[in-house]
């Protein structure tokens, strides 16, 4: 019965949609309050419905009810019950409906949030989430619906259980923080969409989303990272970044999401880049939506696409829609758009940003290029090619360097214009410091890049820790405070100034560990029992190796004992290999893998992998990696979200 | 009605983004990022903003 009620309720949000785009368009053109109201809470409705419905697929995965063909699937009894949850947005159909429940979310807080504020544009803000919420239950009522029955003519006595490479923490948290981000750049696009509509690009929408696009960028960025720190941990090349389309899906939204959050800046203070916003988030949400469109459509092949499906002429339908309607509105509100004002200086805060907003698309545009590139010469000639990290390495480095510049230079211009003592006066120090360390890594003869990068990186510490001196001096000698009162207050009167400075020194923290991937070793070797093998300055000594039955699992484990060059203990590592659904009869649903172990320090990562096992069970083979400075990529990944928080704390008016 | 208190919404949030940068006008100068010659001009130009606005909400 409660499937039904699922699919019900499916069927009742798709209708109160429509009503409410219905009764929403009915009061822009009467406006009889009455009509508003009713489009407001059909809007509520939808979101009502939509929780029943993914509260009753999450409860039908959590009893393993396998008459639901998503539960078959994706769940077994021998699934732990925190991936049974986690199997709600693991397949296409399960994951579409959970998108729904976060933009249902997300539409109920923004209709609550602004009952009795900006009410010109509430309206249309309603109108394009329900637009929105309409074309996912389309999907998920007439294409791909999570609560289809099992197609079988007997009971289905056990699911086909979660893929183990999705059971991992890590992999239970990473979709849902994207699609937080995903989700919630549809919200600053209702309220940009709108603000087209009502011909009202004034002070106050801008002001609504800015809160809005921050959380979605941390969310997204978090999301991003933890699918990184998965990739690292789980799937045994050592890397965490390989440009897999699915990844550079999420990373497309993340580079103009960016320059849209720093542009708002540009507008709020300085009514300018209105027209630079507005193409910024039409091509943000619309990325969110081409990325779910090229995870879930199965136009690329990569680790995280499972399956083939009908659903990519609907998506790229929605996305055209969304691209054409935005943007032919957009060209017919340009002369309303265009700012009067200009940017008086190329050594300005305002140029700064706009050479930012440059040359994030432009990064964006490659990556872009380089992921559709394949599909476009498939549908062309047949041949399917991949374009694979040396291209995108070769465009993306140069130009991430480039950003990790203007992440020390944008801070220290001025609004208006920087004048030429202040300009030497302020860039003096972190160039100098730059050229020495550029310098000293030349005499280490590092290669040009990881010169550049690491000179670089200190430039920008030095650039943004002295304006953290230069406001704690201040204070101190003003207030007579002493250094960590004056910092503490300093933050606190100037959060979104300096949650954005500690979120660009997370980003540099993560180019430290970016560039520490050019000195990575490895080596591949068979061991037994008793043997040992060095690699870089390791020694591993392979001290036992034995197997064990696990409910889900058979694995092989061994016990790597690690020293030093001078025969100092390190770590024990203990990599295994492991055979899930072991006990099938059917060979071919036997699914290996290599489950890591990793001994992370600050200055690099011993990173074990047991690739295979010899059929007479002596001789393990296993891959060495040894990557330095790969903690610094997660270490800024916190102090970006840190600074983040920052930033979004709220203060009084 | 719901028009003009919107613009009046609208020139009282101006009022204090330009309160603000007022503030952060004196904290560039204070940190030493501007010189004085530029901070007098740019305070003035901010403070000339906001008395326009004031202006116009008292009208409204």
């Known amino acids: 019965m409660t499937p039904i009620a699922g699919g019900v309720a499916l069927n009742l949000a798709l209708g109160c949609s429509v009503l409410s785009i219905i009764s929403l368009i009915a009061y822009n053109r009467t406006l009889d309050y009455r009509l508003f109201l009713a489009g407001q809470r059909l809007g509520l409705a939808i979101s009502f419905f939509v929780f029943i419905a993914t509260f009753i697929l999450g409860y039908q995965l959590f009893i393993s009810n396998f008459d639901i063909d998503y539960v078959a699937r994706y769940t077994s009894f021998e699934t732990p019950n925190i991936f049974k949850i986690s199997a709600l947005w693991a397949g296409q159909s399960g994951s579409l409906l959970f998108w729904l429940f976060i933009l249902s979310i997300f539409n109920t807080i923004t209709i609550i949030q602004n009952q009795d504020r900006h009410l010109n544009l509430m309206p249309w803000v309603i109108i394009t989430m329900s637009v929105i919420q309409l074309f996912f239950l389309i999907l998920t009522n007439f294409i791909t619906n999570p609560f289809e029955p099992t197609q079988a003519d007997f009971v289905v006595q056990n699911g086909n259980g979660l893929n183990p490479l999705l059971q991992n923490i890590t992999m239970a948290i990473h979709p849902p923080t994207l699609y937080l981000g995903y989700v919630g750049f549809s919200v600053p696009f209702a309220f940009a969409f709108s603000a ?217 211009l001025a609004w208006k214009g920087t004048s030429n003592d202040k300009l030497i006066q302020n860039f003096s120090l972190p160039i100098i410091f730059g050229f020495i360390a550029a310098f000293i890594f030349a005499l280490l003869k590092f290669t040009a890049y990881t ?25 101190k000698n003003k207030f007579n405070e002493s250094v960590f009162i004056s910092l503490y207050k300093m933050i606190e009167k100037n959060r979104s100034r300096y949650g954005g400075y500690i979120v660009h020194l997370g980003i540099v923290l ?144 | 009605m719901v028009e003009k208190s919107y613009d009046k919404d609208i020139l009282k949030r101006k009022k204090i983004i330009l309160y603000r940068q007022i503030k952060e006008l004196e904290m560039e100068f204070d940190i030493g990022n501007l010189n004085k010659e530029n901070f007098l001009l740019r305070r003035s130009e901010i403070k000339a903003e906001v008395s326009e606005i004031i202006a116009s909400l008292k009208k409204k």
């Open chain 1, 451 to 475: 010169v550049i990068s690491f000179s670089l990186c200190i430039f920008v510490v030095v650039a943004i820790s002295s304006e953290f001196i230069k406001g704690v001096r201040v204070r």
């Open chain 1, 510 to 653: 993560m180019f430290v560990g970016f560039t520490g991937h050019a000195f990575d070793k490895e080596k591949e070797f068979g061991i037994q029992v008793g043997q040992s093998e060095s690699v870089a300055s390791y020694n591993f000594q392979l001290t036992r190796m034995h197997e064990e039955e696990r409910p889900n699992h058979y694995a092989w484990i061994t016990d790597l004992r690690v020293t030093d060059a001078s025969g100092n203990f390190i770590t024990n590592l203990h990599p295994e290999k492991r055979v899930y659904f072991h006990k099938n009869p059917d060979i071919n649903k036997r699914q290996p893998h290599s489950e890591l172990d990793i001994h992370s320090t600050i200055n690099k990562d011993i990173y074990s992998i047991f690739s295979s096992v010899s059929s007479d069970n002596r001789t393990a083979f296993v891959k060495i990696m040894i990557n330095p400075l790969v903690k610094w990529v997660w270490v800024g990944g916190y102090i970006l979200a840190f600074g983040t928080i920052i930033a979004l704390w709220p203060r009084k008016d």
């Open chain 1, 196 to 412: 087209l509509v009502n011909k009202d690009i004034g002070a106050l929408w801008i002001r609504s989303i800015r809160r809005w696009t921050l959380v979605s960028w941390l969310f997204l960025s978090i999301g991003i990272i933890l699918g990184g720190w998965w990739a690292y941990q789980e799937l045994g090349w050592g890397g965490y970044w390989a440009w897999d389309p699915v990844e550079n899906a999420s990373f497309m939204p993340w580079l103009t999401a960016t320059a849209f959050l720093h542009s708002i800046i540009v507008q709020e203070k300085k009514d300018m880049l209105r027209v630079w916003n507005m193409v910024l988030i039409i091509l943000t949400f619309s990325l969110c939506i081409f990325g779910t469109f090229l995870t879930r459509s199965g136009v690329m092949s990569s680790v995280h696409s499972f399956t083939e499906s009908s659903l990519g002429p609907v998506f790229l339908s929605f996305v055209f829609i969304i691209l054409i309607s935005s943007f032919g509105l957009m060209f017919s509100r340009l002369t309303v758009l265009k700012s009067p004002r200009k940017i008086e200086s190329v050594s300005s805060r305002e140029s700064g940003f706009l050479f930012n907003n440059l040359i994030f698309v432009v990064m964006c545009f490659a990556v872009f290029w380089g992921t559709l590139f394949p599909v476009i010469t498939e549908w062309f000639n047949g041949d399917k090619i991949s374009v694979g990290p040396p291209f995108f390495n070769q465009i993306n480095i140069p130009i991430g360097l480039v950003l990790l510049a203007l992440t020390g230079i944008g801070p220290m």
